[in-house]
Every structure is written in C-alpha cells, then in structure tokens.
C-alpha cells in the first residue's frame, strides 16, 4: 500500500468512527467491532478512499464535486452521518471538529487542473520542455 497523507488518514478514521457509533445504535454490535454489513461498508468506503482522484487535497465527501459512490451507496452513508455526526461532537470532539475544518476546504476538481499541476501535487517535477 503507498504512504498515505494524514488528511486522508484522518478522513479514514473520521469514516470508521461514525460508522461504529451508527452500528453500535443500531445494529446492537460492540464497541470493538461492527456488524457484517457495516464492517462490508466501511470497506467499501475505504476502497473509495483509496481511489479518490483528489488525494491529500480530499474535500469532505458533503462538499465533493466527483460523487465516487454509488447511489445506493451515497444514501447510506448519508443516513450514517446525519445520525453520527452530532454525536461525534461528545464522543470524539477533535475529530469531529476537524472534520468540520476540512468541510471548508475547497478543492479543484483534478480533471480542472494542468498536467504540470497534477504532477506537482503528486510531488514529481514535470518533464525539462525540449529545447528547440
């Protein structure tokens, strides 16, 4: 697996922790794991993670313009965080308020950018032009 940014790692837990405290509302599971179907979600959530064309530069889903999720998909989590996040303020209160820090990001969508701009985002220098 490639390094991963912390912006995005922190985006992974913010997901996990909102899923566990649906989970743990709804669906009777522990504290330490989910139920089948919320831990087959949070797998499919971070597989999206993974493929975001945004990278570290990620908005929060809510305010990204590239919908990577299905739409069945996108209702389910938008139900889990409806019911997660005002919850999060007394579970997890940095993360949630840092989640809501990141809502204020505004990101280019990454087919909007140059080439040039895209490799320097992924840390690599553009090709030397040719001389002529």
Known sequence: MRQEHKRLQRERRTVAVMIGIYCADHHAATADSLCASCQEFQEYADRRLEKCPYGDDKPTCANC????YKPARREQVKRIMRYAGPRMLLKHPVLAIRHQL?????????????????LQ????????????
């Open 65 to 68: 313009p590239v919908h990577c």
């Open 121 to 132: 985002k992924a840390g690599k220098t553009p090709p030397a032009e040719p001389r002529g």
């Open 102 to 118: 990141d809502g204020l990001r505004k990101a280019m969508h990454p087919k909007s950018l140059s080439r040039d701009q895209r």
